[in-house]
Every structure is written in structure tokens, then in C-alpha cells.
């Protein structure tokens, strides 16, 4: 099967097109023929950096995947050849989804939602759920609360925004002002242009900040978030605020990664099919130019998701 590969962790020219057997599927498995691929900043970094995990022989980058259940194993009782599927399988280890098929555990899935494609749909999965683990299952988001989301108009940013205002929540976001209206359509309630504007100045009374930016945003969070409240923090735990200046204000913190989890796709599938959830699409691209996909993404520039169109339907 076609797939991508990077012959050496580090340079983008190293991400190539590569050809490998076809994955089988084991017990309790699923093969999927994927029709589109989700590139996330894990991926970029992974590649410049080096993967941690199990991976094969042949290194394939690529978490988000949907396609169309191609065979069944052993045990599996969800689904038939035939159904269409989306899901972020094995992550942090090595799923696979820069190839024609990958073959994981059945239920790291859930149907795709009725009413997108797949390259949407492949958007979807780890940007998601780690918006809704993060403001939902972490900090326990509910009607009223009030939520700063940081870096909203980016790929987790962009559907925490909608999560959050699906909940009943009054949504703050930090964005370059050419994002505002983008923002405002989304349902953001206000949104600040981090490049004119301290926005610790500019907000008070917070109940959950997501932070997707990191370094000294954690720090400066702090400051904005009340007593019980939540600082959710997501690119690296470096970004962490002091423990006993936190402790002193009375906020929690952590840092959260993503876990894949069926029942949050069964949530977020919802979400799309009641018209309250929609991903932006950044940039769409062939398989084999997932080198072009990873360069833009790594400009830090995009508006939504990257994704690579697998197959032709």
C-alpha cells in the first residue's frame, strides 16, 4: 500500500512516499481504508524530533484518520465491511494514518458523523477530543462558566470554542485580530488580539483556561482564573505554572494529553450531526505531499485543520 514515512527523524525532505505491506487486522481489530488523514502539530514534532512509543519497522506518522471498514477480525461486533468510521487509534503510539489502510483495535472508533465527509471528518478526532477531555472531563465545564481559550482560532482551539458555547459557556479567545470575525462566527463572546492587548489585563473572574500556546501563558493565566478554577495546559508540562503561587490562588492545574476514547467520539459526533460543532478546514492536500502539509503547519499560521485527502472518494 502507499503510504509516508520519514526515512530519518529531523529535516522535512525526509518525509517521502513509501511503499508497505498492507496491515492485517488481529483480534478485536478493524482494517480501515482511510480516505483522509489529520495532520496535527504532534506530527511535525514527531518527525523534528523522534517518536516515543511502539512503532514499526517502517515509521508511519499520522493519528487522525476516517475511512471505510474494509475487514473485520476476530471478535469485533461494532461494525461490518462497509461502514464508515473516524477515530485517533493507538495514540501516542503508532497509528498509521498517513497510508491507503490501517488496521487498530475496533472500538479506538466511532461512526462517522452523517453529516460531513471524511476529509472533514479527519479533522476531527484528536483536536477534538482533546478540547472536550480538557474543558469537559478535566475541569468539569458547565453552563455559566466563564472560559478563556488560548490560540482559539487554531486547530483545538477553533472546536474548544464551540464545545465550550454547545455547554453553555461565555467564551473568551485570544487571536490576531485578522481571526476575530472568524471567532465572533464560531459563537466567541469576546475575543482579544494578543499582539495589542495584555489579556491579563483585559480579563478577570475566569473559570477554565485552555492553553494551547504554553511558555509563560501558564504563568500569566494564573493571574485571570478564580479561586476552584481550572488552567488546563496543553502543548508541554513546562508550561506549569509555580505550584505554590497556584496552591495560594486556589486554582488547579495540569498538564492533560489526549487519550483516545470512543465514547468522547460518540460525544463530539453528536455535536456534528446537531449542527453544533464544525471544523474549519486550513489547507488540503495529497498523501504524497504530506512534507508540504507539515511546513505549513509549521509556520504556526493556520486557521483550522490540515488534512490529506488518502483516496479519491
Given at each position: ?14 518525509l ?92 479506538r472508533?466511532?461512526?462517522k ?24 472531563e ?61 489579556f ?7 473559570d ?41 490562588l ?51 499560521r ?12
Amino acid at each position: 500500500m502507499r503510504a509516508v514515512s520519514p526515512r530519518a527523524w529531523g529535516a522535512l525532505e525526509n518525509l517521502v512516499p513509501v511503499e508497505v505491506d498492507r496491515p492485517e487486522p488481529g483480534l478485536t481489530e478493524i482494517l480501515v481504508r482511510v480516505h483522509a488523514a489529520g495532520v496535527n502539530p504532534v506530527d511535525w514534532k514527531t518527525r523534528a524530533e523522534g517518536a516515543f512509543g511502539s512503532w514499526g519497522d517502517t515509521p508511519i506518522l499520522g493519528y487522525d484518520v476516517s475511512g471505510v471498514v474494509e475487514e473485520v477480525g476476530p471478535g469485533v461486533t461494532l461494525y461490518q465491511p462497509g461502514d464508515a468510521v473516524f477515530g485517533m487509534p493507538r495514540f501516542p503510539e503508532q497509528t498509521g494514518g498517513y497510508a491507503e489502510f490501517v488496521a487498530a483495535p475496533a472500538r479506538r472508533f466511532a461512526p462517522k458523523p452523517r453529516g460531513i465527509d471524511h476529509v472533514r471528518a479527519a479533522a476531527l478526532p484528536l483536536a477534538a477530543l482533546t478540547a472536550w477531555q480538557g474543558l469537559v472531563e478535566t475541569a468539569g465545564l458547565r453552563a455559566g462558566h466563564r472560559v478563556l481559550i488560548h490560540a482559539a482560532a487554531g486547530g483545538v482551539g477553533h472546536l474548544a470554542v464551540q464545545i465550550a458555547k454547545a455547554r453553555g459557556a461565555y467564551v473568551i479567545g485570544t487571536a490576531r485580530e485578522e481571526k476575530h470575525a472568524f471567532l465572533r462566527g464560531l459563537g466567541a463572546d469576546e475575543v482579544i488580539d494578543y499582539t495589542r492587548v495584555d489579556f491579563t489585563e483585559a480579563v478577570r473572574d475566569v473559570d477554565i483556561v485552555l492553553d494551547g500556546v504554553g511558555g509563560a501563558y501558564g504563568a500569566r493565566s494564573l493571574e485571570v482564573i478564580r479561586p476552584g478554577g481550572h488552567l488546563v495546559t496543553l502543548p508541554d508540562p513546562g508550561g506549569l505554572p509555580d505550584p505554590d503561587r497556584a496552591r495560594e490562588l486556589g486554582v488547579h492545574t495540569g498538564w492533560t494529553i489526549v487519550e483516545p476514547d470512543r465514547a468522547g467520539l460518540l460525544a463530539i459526533a453528536r455535536l456534528v450531526d446537531e449542527g453544533k460543532l464544525r471544523v474549519e478546514i486550513d489547507t488540503v492536500l495529497p498523501l504524497e505531499e504530506a512534507a508540504k502539509a507539515h511546513a505549513r503547519g509549521e509556520q504556526g499560521r493556520t486557521q483550522g485543520k490540515i488534512v490529506l485527502q488518502v483516496a479519491d472518494r
